[in-house]
């Protein structure tokens, strides 16, 4: 019985039960006029370093209207505060200040987290465009490890599922140094688990109920 109750959670878990995803964009992995950064730290042991009136973009597609917010911009930074905006479609979301700390050079690899700021901004089917720019800095700059955005997106009853295939599409797409996200892999195979679980467990209930009501009689 025990067994069958946390087969039921954990398809209940992975196929239905979030309201939104997070996508994650590799700062690396977007259009930039940066230099990319090798940091042990960082999600994927890269940053993109962008000084004054430098950006990143990243550029993404949509099957049907949706509304994300910021979860958290991960940066790190050596010195005074950076000013760094996000717009989406060149309409802004959100502008992030960086902490002002020194250490001779050792905090670049100290990976910070915005947190989640900012309101929800509503997009319509179609391709978009995210931009991280940094507005004001000092002679260091600042480095951009990842931007983490919560997608909800409609016409559909699994909204993780349905959120997470359409915003990956343009992620799978690679940049112009040939390189592709791998986040695409990861999300194939588990809303492939989530799927063959979430039809799996209500056949094994039924079966397991049809058989415990036979032996009754």
């Known amino acids: 019985m025990y067994f069958y109750f946390l087969v039921f959670?954990?398809?209940?878990?992975?196929?239905?039960c979030s309201s939104g995803c997070y996508v994650d964009f590799e700062a690396e992995y977007g259009t930039s006029t940066g230099t990319t950064m090798h940091r042990s730290e960082a999600s994927n042991k890269m940053t993109v370093l962008l000084?004054?009136?430098?950006?990143?973009?990243?550029?993404f597609t949509t099957s049907?209207?949706?509304?994300?917010?910021?979860?958290?911009?991960?940066?790190?930074?050596?010195?005074?505060?950076?000013?760094?905006?996000?717009?989406?479609?060149g309409q802004f979301i959100v502008q992030v200040e960086t902490i002002q700390e020194y250490r001779?050079?050792?905090?670049?690899?100290?990976?910070r987290d915005s947190g989640s700021i900012g309101k929800?901004?509503?997009?319509?089917?179609?391709?978009?465009?995210l931009e991280i720019s940094v507005t004001s800095s000092d002679s260091y700059g600042?480095?951009?490890d990842v931007t983490i955005l919560d997608f909800s997106c409609e016409n559909d009853?699994?909204?993780?599922?349905?959120?997470?295939k359409t915003v990956v599409e343009a992620l799978e797409e690679p940049d112009s140094n040939g390189?592709?996200?791998?986040?695409?892999?990861?999300?194939?195979?588990?809303?492939?688990?989530?799927?063959?679980?979430?039809?799996?467990?209500?056949a094994i209930i039924v079966y397991n109920c049809y058989r415990q009501h036979c032996n009754d009689y």
């Open 9 to 16: 959670f954990v398809g209940f878990v992975a196929f239905g």
């Open 104 to 111: 001779d050079g050792h905090l670049w690899n100290e990976i």
């Open 64 to 89: 049907s209207n949706c509304v994300f917010m910021l979860r958290g911009l991960h940066y790190s930074n050596d010195g005074l505060t950076d000013n760094v905006t996000l717009s989406i479609n």
């Open 179 to 202: 390189k592709k996200d791998t986040l695409a892999i990861v999300v194939s195979v588990v809303t492939i688990i989530g799927t063959l679980v979430g039809l799996l467990v209500p």
């Open 142 to 144: 600042v480095e951009i």
């Open 157 to 164: 009853n699994d909204v993780n599922g349905r959120c997470l």
């Open 120 to 129: 929800e901004i509503s997009i319509t089917p179609g391709q978009h465009s």
């Open 51 to 59: 000084f004054e009136s430098e950006s990143i973009e990243h550029r």
